[in-house]
């Protein structure tokens, strides 16, 4: 039976569903309605919300009442959130906001007539009002008043029930908005701060964890190097690895090292680090009595709270080795703390900012396999992969490259760690992603963690509803992009030639990877007046090295980060004729 008020929509309604074959009566009011329902007993009804003489409400529960297995689809003009509550609760299975494609009614027809169980209809009912809420719709049930058996029956007795529930439901929702403008955006890129959710790294946090029990329960170490490109979550993981440390009461620091000359000191080098390691500690400096004497012995000062480390300009001052101030410093700070520890975890980051002083590797390699072997200290270091193999090359420095053997290389993370990240981190926010939102995010960031907590960054900041559709993407991209750019993109194409910024150009602005050929193909119908073939392969070879771009399986040429591509084809303002 088709129930609607409006003449125009009644007859297009009607006319197309009984091309579909179906057998139709058709009323245009409530009263209408209740009689030829007496009469014909329809299967299923498609119920207007605005009838002149009923409250489409009330007839939809009395209806329901009468024959529990009726079908009922609700029709009616743009209508809100709650309008659409209101009628899954007085009983309709299916909710269609008009103007609406018929195609959308028989998907709607088609699909209730499949249920058997009257069951199911409820469970079908409770579905959509948990897509409607975004919150548990049971415990919202138990929370409300004068409900009467909506928990059990999703089908109230009453509009004055309805209208209580939706109160009960506007309120919840209001709770949640408060509670979403009250947590904040739960993405933490480019503030210093870390994540609310760590995401993936299962084999390297296990790796960690053999690391953690072999320094504790067997004589040796294994020290060890994480690597990994910029943004790959180094820092993050390291962060990991101290909270493991804490929750099993083992003291551990982080010690991020900072830009170094290439005229420094090799022992001011080692004492920086030192700095680092005290200041990262739990306990005041008062405690390390042995460090304190030992460093008084040097006539070295520990100046403030800051644990400033200096020495004093004079000429008696004693001195030290590099390595033996590294040596002698952690033993004496071990036998301070090894009452309160089982082992101690030094954890240095940022070690590529040592490039301009790489024998300092040597000098900590030599402390650690000397005296040190004596105590219960694990030391781990984070660099980038291209600095690592530039400041422990093969001629100069490759005793530290074998040493710190045991290593983990980060890679992106997989689509299900990125779904799960994501989830994990919108959870009590109120806020949820769309299906192609999500796809999205993992097409363009390709699971890099900074790429894809910058995404969900800007997207959760430029939601409009507790609902993240695609409309949104584009802007934040381009934000995303923006950003990006500014820290990382813009420092890699700053030094481009010219005919590297074309080569780019053309490999960012095709979606797959292109042969030697049609790049050069690509240059001549674009009149981009690149040199003969030979200078394209040097030009190719450049960004190779540079890692740029990438070669795939069958030797083409591609950029992978589609990030980067974006910022390419957006941003990169070299003279392209």
């Not at 489409?56 to 959130?81: E, F, G, H, R, T």
């Not at 169980?117 to 469970?123: A, G, T, W, Y």
């Not at 490759?398 to 779904?419: A, D, I, M």
């Amino acid at each position: 039976m088709l129930v609607e008020n409006e003449p125009a929509i009644r007859s297009e309604i009607a006319s197309y569903l009984k091309e579909l074959g179906y057998i139709l009566e058709v009323a245009e009011d409530g009263e209408t309605c209740l009689t030829l329902q007496e009469i014909f007993n329809p299967d299923l009804i498609i119920l207007d919300r605005n009838l002149p003489d009923s409250n489409s409400y009330d007839l939809s529960v009395s209806l329901k009442k009468k024959v529990p297995n009726l079908i009922i689809i609700m029709v009616a003009a743009p209508s809100d959130k709650l309008d659409k509550i209101r009628g899954f609760c007085a009983g309709a299975d299916d909710y269609l906001t008009k103007p609406f494609n018929l195609n959308k009614l028989k998907a709607s027809i088609e699909d209730l007539c499949k249920i058997k169980e009257h069951s199911n209809f409820k469970i079908n009912r409770l579905k959509k009002l948990n897509s409607l809420l975004g919150i548990d719709f049971s415990h919202l049930i138990n929370k409300g008043e004068r409900l009467g058996n909506l928990k059990d029956e999703v089908i109230l007795s009453s509009a004055t029930a309805v209208e209580d529930l939706v109160s009960a439901v506007q309120r919840a929702i209001d709770t949640r908005n408060e509670k979403i403008r009250r947590v904040g955006n739960p993405f933490t890129p480019m503030t210093g701060l870390e994540p609310t959710v760590f995401g993936g790294r299962t084999q390297e946090l296990q790796f960690f964890e053999d690391k953690l029990n072999r320094a504790i329960y067997s004589k040796y170490r294994e020290h060890f190097l994480i690597l990994g490109d910029w943004g790959i979550g180094k820092s993050t993981l390291l962060r990991e690895y101290k909270k493991i440390c804490q929750s099993r009461g083992y003291i551990s620091c982080i010690v991020p090292i900072e830009p170094i000359q290439a005229d420094s000191n090799l022992l001011d080098v080692a004492r920086i680090i030192v700095e680092g390691i005290l200041h990262d500690l739990p306990y005041p400096v008062e405690r390390f009595q042995k460090v304190l004497e030992f460093l008084s012995a040097l006539e070295i000062n520990i100046l403030g709270t800051g644990l400033k480390i200096e020495r004093n300009n004079n000429n008696n001052q004693k001195i030290i080795s590099p390595k033996a101030f590294l040596r002698d410093t952690l033993t004496k700070l071990w036998e301070d703390i090894k009452d309160k520890t089982d082992v101690f975890v030094i954890l240095l980051d940022d070690l590529e900012n040592l490039a301009a002083v790489p024998e300092i590797l040597m000098t900590l390699k030599s402390a650690l396999t000397d005296s040190l072997m004596e105590t219960k200290i694990l030391v781990g270091l984070a660099s980038t992969s291209t600095n690592w193999v530039e400041i422990t090359s093969v001629q100069k420095h490759h005793p530290v490259s074998r040493y710190f053997l045991s290593r983990v290389e980060l890679t992106s993370l997989t689509e299900k760690e990125v779904q799960e990240t994501i989830r994990e981190s919108l959870a009590g926010t109120g806020v949820s992603f769309s299906q192609e939102v999500m796809q999205n995010i993992l097409k363009y960031s390709g699971g890099h963690p900074f790429e894809m907590q910058l995404l969900c960054y800007h997207l959760f900041s430029n939601h409009l509803s507790r609902y993240v559709e695609i409309d949104i993407w584009e802007k934040a991209l381009q934000a995303t992009v923006r950003d990006v750019g500014n820290a990382i993109f813009e420092k890699w194409c700053s030094d481009l030639s010219v005919d590297e910024a074309k080569v780019l150009r053309v490999l960012a602005e095709n979606d797959n990877s292109v042969t030697l050929e049609k790049l050069t193909a690509s240059f001549e119908v674009k009149n981009l007046m690149i040199p003969l073939k030979y200078s394209v392969e040097e030009v190719l070879k450049s960004l190779l090295q540079r890692k740029l771009i990438s070669r795939d399986v069958y030797g083409n040429y591609v950029v992978k980060d589609r990030m980067f591509c974006t910022y390419l084809i957006t941003h990169l303002n070299y003279p392209l004729i």
